[in-house]
Protein backbone atom coordinates (compact mmCIF):
# COMPACT_ATOMS: atom_id res chain seq x y z
CA UNK A 1 0.00 0.00 0.00
CA UNK A 2 1.75 3.33 -1.01
CA UNK A 3 2.59 5.72 2.14
CA UNK A 4 1.13 9.35 0.76
CA UNK A 5 3.94 12.23 2.45
CA UNK A 6 3.11 15.88 2.97
CA UNK A 7 6.93 16.97 3.61
CA UNK A 8 9.33 17.49 0.92
CA UNK A 9 12.14 17.54 2.73
CA UNK A 10 11.34 14.40 4.09
CA UNK A 11 10.65 13.12 0.45
CA UNK A 12 13.63 14.16 -0.83
CA UNK A 13 15.62 12.28 1.86
CA UNK A 14 14.12 9.02 1.34
CA UNK A 15 14.65 9.56 -2.99
CA UNK A 16 18.03 8.77 -1.85
CA UNK A 17 17.73 5.30 -1.22
CA UNK A 18 15.21 5.06 -3.93
CA UNK A 19 15.47 3.05 -7.10
CA UNK A 20 13.24 5.78 -9.15
CA UNK A 21 10.63 8.39 -9.32
CA UNK A 22 7.33 8.53 -11.00
CA UNK A 23 6.04 11.41 -12.07
CA UNK A 24 2.36 12.36 -13.31
CA UNK A 25 1.09 15.91 -14.39
CA UNK A 26 -2.27 16.35 -13.89
CA UNK A 27 -3.87 19.68 -14.63
CA UNK A 28 -4.01 21.02 -11.32
CA UNK A 29 -1.84 19.14 -9.51
CA UNK A 30 1.43 16.70 -9.79
CA UNK A 31 1.69 13.43 -8.87
CA UNK A 32 5.28 12.72 -7.53
CA UNK A 33 5.94 8.67 -6.71
CA UNK A 34 8.69 7.37 -5.23
CA UNK A 35 10.07 3.52 -5.41
CA UNK A 36 12.20 2.40 -3.05
CA UNK A 37 12.74 -1.01 -2.42
CA UNK A 38 10.34 -1.53 0.33
CA UNK A 39 7.19 1.11 0.13
CA UNK A 40 5.74 2.99 -2.77
CA UNK A 41 5.90 6.94 -1.41
CA UNK A 42 3.33 9.22 -2.95
CA UNK A 43 3.79 13.34 -2.45
CA UNK A 44 0.69 15.49 -4.00
CA UNK A 45 1.92 19.49 -5.02
CA UNK A 46 1.30 22.09 -6.71
CA UNK A 47 3.15 22.42 -11.00
CA UNK A 48 5.05 25.27 -9.72
CA UNK A 49 6.26 23.81 -6.43
CA UNK A 50 6.49 19.99 -8.11
CA UNK A 51 10.02 21.55 -10.16
CA UNK A 52 11.66 22.33 -7.32
CA UNK A 53 11.27 19.34 -5.81
CA UNK A 54 12.02 17.72 -8.86
CA UNK A 55 15.31 19.11 -9.15
CA UNK A 56 16.30 18.30 -5.76
CA UNK A 57 15.55 14.39 -6.17
CA UNK A 58 18.64 11.85 -6.16
CA UNK A 59 17.20 9.45 -8.46
CA UNK A 60 16.09 8.32 -11.61
CA UNK A 61 13.44 10.28 -12.52
CA UNK A 62 10.47 8.85 -15.04
CA UNK A 63 7.68 11.08 -16.85
CA UNK A 64 4.20 8.77 -16.61
Given at each position: ?????????????????????????????????????????????????????I???????R??
Amino acid sequence: MPTEITDTEKFIQLSENANYCAIKRLPRTVKLKLRTPKLLYTLKTDPTRAEEVIKKLACEIREI
